[in-house]
């Protein structure tokens, strides 16, 4: 079968342990993306299988009907949100479910977030490049309100880590992971607004659902110290369009670092938040480690060599699986 891995931005598909089992099959690794529908059809036109890593790509009805040789989509994550899986289904494409995420490499690249922008790394880095020693005076941690929006398995994490560093941790949520917060021994203001006022830290970790996008409003953020830091490693979306943006030019909260964005990727430094100074911004890194991709493709190609065997796994639209028929398209 030809196979097609889509924003593979580092090659690591190749890289993965199980590679060589896919020896029988033709593989194409794509490190750039593609976000026009028809160019996007164009370059998948002649394959047989496509790989989509994480949710880099969106694959929608109009894409899929240019493809009547695509039999099989695979996920590397468990997110389903950027596939048309009722077009799938009619269209007789599998979906093969992704391996799950694993909530170690984010929360540890939150921490890298709080502590680079409270310590003012990357600013003073590049200062010591240009001859210049010690320009700004950071913040210790130790006494710091750490506020955890959103207390699963992330912010968990997140909150473990702020106690080991004397940080003072507080959480808002749905009712239940306020119950979780409070049973765990973490402080619970008595308001949502309240929540916003007193974090020196405040990070982000709620379920992107259509439920909460735009959570964070910006009366939200304008409540917040000028002091204090905004960390998102979550989704773009949690926070209302263009708020962020403004509540920072407004000094509201003083400082933001970010790992994720509405349109991905950012490419040719084309973002507003790449323009100011006090947003620290890294390219969606939370779970772009080894062990992730090790994890995501080695689960896909499983998949791949089981479909291929006639005997697929882990569909999770199985209409679809006996369904292939390119006069539909």
């Given amino acids: 079968m030809k196979i097609a891995i889509l924003d593979d931005y580092h090659y690591a598909f190749r890289g993965v342990s199980g590679y060589s089992r896919m020896q029988d099959h033709d593989v194409v690794a794509f490190r750039d993306s593609i976000k026009n529908p028809g160019a996007l059809a164009v370059r998948l036109k002649d394959f ?17 009907e240019k493809l009547p040789g695509l039999r099989l ?45 409270m310590r003012h790394i990357p600013h003073e880095a590049r200062q010591l490049q240009q001859g210049v020693w010690q320009s700004t005076a950071g913040s210790e941690m130790r006494g710091k309100t750490l506020g955890i929006y959103g207390l699963g398995k992330i912010g968990s994490k997140v909150a473990h880590v702020g106690q080991a560093f004397d940080m003072k941790v507080m959480c808002w949520g749905r009712a239940e ?29 709620i379920h992107y659902y259509p439920e909460t996008r735009g959570i964070v409003t910006a009366d939200d953020l304008a409540r917040m110290k000028p002091s204090a830091h905004l960390i998102n ?28 964005y ?14 100011l100074p006090n ?7 939370g779970y772009a480690v080894s062990e992730s991709y090790e994890r995501f493709y080695n689960t896909a190609i499983d998949h791949i060599l089981a479909f291929a065997a006639g005997i697929p796994v882990n569909i999770i639209n199985p209409e679809a699986l006996g369904q292939h028929n390119d006069a539909k398209r």
Avoid: M
């Avoid at 926070?239 to 933001?256: H, T």
């Fill in 48 to 64: 047989d299988v496509v790989v989509l890593t994480q949710q880099r790509t969106s694959l929608r009805r109009v894409v899929l």
């Fill in 73 to 117: 989509i695979v996920q590397s994550g468990g997110h389903r949100d950027h596939l048309d899986v009722a077009a799938c289904t009619q269209l007789g494409i599998a979906i093969a479910g992704g391996a799950p995420g694993q909530s170690y490499s984010t929360a540890e690249l939150t921490w890298g977030l709080i502590i680079a922008s």
């Fill in 262 to 275: 509405e349109d991905e990727p950012v490419v040719g430094g084309d973002h507003p938040l790449l323009k």
């Fill in 279 to 285: 947003a620290l911004c890294t390219p969606h890194l």
């Fill in 177 to 205: 992971g306020r119950a979780r917060a409070r049973a765990a021994g973490y402080h619970v203001p008595a308001s949502r607004e309240a929540f916003f006022e007193s974090a020196d830290v405040l990070s982000l970790h």
């Fill in 233 to 260: 490693t979550g989704r773009a979306g949690l926070i209302a369009a263009g708020a962020l943006v403004e509540a920072l030019r407004k000094g509201r909260p003083g400082y933001a670092a970010v790992d994720v």
